[in-house]
């Protein structure tokens, strides 16, 4: 049975008009009055109408015009996403041994790996940022970085501290010669030195990375 409204009860429409009324004409409150609802129609039909206006214009301005073609940066892009597998890769492989490291030097380390991780995951957004930056479409799933990923995962096995180790200073080197490849493709092949320089920074904090693990390999107690 449809419920009857008593005569003594305010509608919804008489409560907003007698709450409106309580406020400035020239600063209605947020919530929608009845008696506005028809202006603030028009205004939104105003505001469609530009939107559609500015949306024609936006499709101009926002083709990329940097003096780098659409195969240019899809090129370079491609090498991004490639980069970026690996160091999503290697970022969580460090994660993984600063969860698992174990030994004598298993506080060193565990801080260690947290700092080198922190380090990747920015490197992570950098280079995800640098391929959107380009108009280009960054990998964000876990399937497409294993797909793209040329460093290797050993799941299930966790190795000692000194092994550990090693595998990072390989796989940061594998990154290190990978990356000096790419920095001069995006310059010759690509002429984009925007990324070129880019993947030259990334190439010294990969060094850098690099000579500080293989420092802890030159540690007797490791
Ligand atoms: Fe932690």
Known sequence: ???????????????????????????????????????????????????????????????????????Q?????????????????LYT???NYHWNVTGPQFND???????????????????AERGRTLDGWAFGTMSEFSQHARLKEHPGHYPRAREMIANLVDDHETVIRQLRSDLETCADKYHDMGTNDFLTGLMEQHEKMAWMLRAFLQAESV
């Not at 940066?73 to 980069?83: C, F, S």
């Not at 790996?113 to 957004?125: M, N, P």
């Open 93 to 95: 492989k460090t994660r």
């Open 109 to 127: 380390l565990h801080k260690f790996f947290e700092e080198q991780y922190t380090q990747l995951s920015e490197i992570v957004d950098q280079v």
């Open 73 to 89: 940066r899809a090129g370079v892009v491609k090498i991004l996403n490639t980069l970026l597998s690996d160091e999503y890769l």
């Open 1 to 71: 049975m449809a419920p009857t409204s008593r005569p003594d009860q305010l509608s919804e429409e008489m409560i907003d008009a007698t709450l409106a009324d309580s406020f400035p004409a020239s600063d209605p409150p947020s919530w929608t009055l009845g008696r506005d609802r028809n202006e603030q129609e028009k205004i939104a039909g105003v505001a469609v109408t530009q939107t559609s206006t500015i949306n024609d214009k936006e499709k101009f301005i926002m083709k990329t015009n940097i003096d780098l073609s659409e195969e």
